[in-house]
């Protein structure tokens, strides 16, 4: 008996460990295959039921924002979407809404979109559906309470990373999953690009239906992000927002 309640117990350690090796790698990496300017990207096939990465073929632009903490340059963008009438998609987490709930309502109070970005930034393709829904809902909470609205129902998976059966579960959980199309290395505070190359590597890439990743703890999308704007709208861009794209 000890025998076999052994060998039981190596099977089953055996099936868990597999079923965890399984699960990690079904994982899939979001990105997207630049074309040059006015040129839309190559992207990878996404069921557009449950997640988008780019809009309708036409002159409109949608910015979005991961934020995970404020360091004074997401304030900063704050300023220069109010002051450039222009709103955009903020994804956040929980700390993000606990710790600035001054800057959440300012940005919220100016149109932007409040977006759930999960509560603690795991990799969702490694979690349960409980898992999933236990990170969405501690953000959704976190910000009922601060505002006494529902969040955004518009979700971006931490790292980009996923499996179909994690955006299925998002969208069971009422969530329509935002990848994007333009993007650049903007995240480490410690290697910031300079804002003049980081301006023309943006620029070099739009196209129509963009939806553009831009990390607002970033000194230099603090600095460029008005002259941005100002050279899309002058090059005939328009700003949209998620509802228009889910809509597109």
């Known amino acids: ?137 501690g953000v959704a909470e976190e910000y009922k309470t601060l505002t006494g609205e529902t969040m955004a129902p518009f979700f971006r998976p931490p790292e980009g990373a996923y499996d179909d059966a994690s955006l299925q579960t998002v969208a069971e959980s009422g969530y329509k999953t935002v990848f994007w199309s333009l993007a650049y290395a903007d995240w480490d505070n410690d290697k910031q690009p300079a804002p003049d190359a980081a301006l023309q590597k943006l620029e070099s890439r739009v196209h129509n239906g963009a939806v553009i990743l831009l990390h607002p703890t970033s000194a230099t999308n603090a600095a460029i992000l008005g002259q941005f704007i100002t050279d899309m709208k002058e090059a005939g861009y328009r700003f949209g927002t998620l509802e228009e794209l889910w809509d597109a």
Request: charged letters at 25%; one cysteine or more; aromatic letters at 8%.
């Open 1 to 137: 008996m000890k025998t076999i309640k052994k060998l039981l117990s190596i099977s089953l350690c055996a099936l868990l460990l597999f079923s965890g090796t399984a699960r990690a790698a079904e994982r899939k990496n979001w990105y997207f295959s630049s074309k040059g300017q006015n040129e839309r990207p190559g992207l990878p096939p996404v069921d557009e039921t449950v997640a988008k990465g780019i809009g309708k073929d036409e002159k409109v632009l949608y910015l979005t924002f991961d934020a995970g903490y404020e360091n004074g340059n997401v304030a900063k963008i704050a300023d220069v979407l109010a002051e450039n009438d222009v709103t955009g998609a903020f994804f956040v987490l929980q700390h993000f809404v606990k710790a600035e709930p001054e800057l959440v309502l300012r940005l919220k109070a100016n149109g932007n979109l409040i977006c759930n970005h999960t509560s603690t930034h795991p990799p969702i393709n490694t979690l349960t559906k409980d898992e999933i829904a236990l990170e969405l809902n």
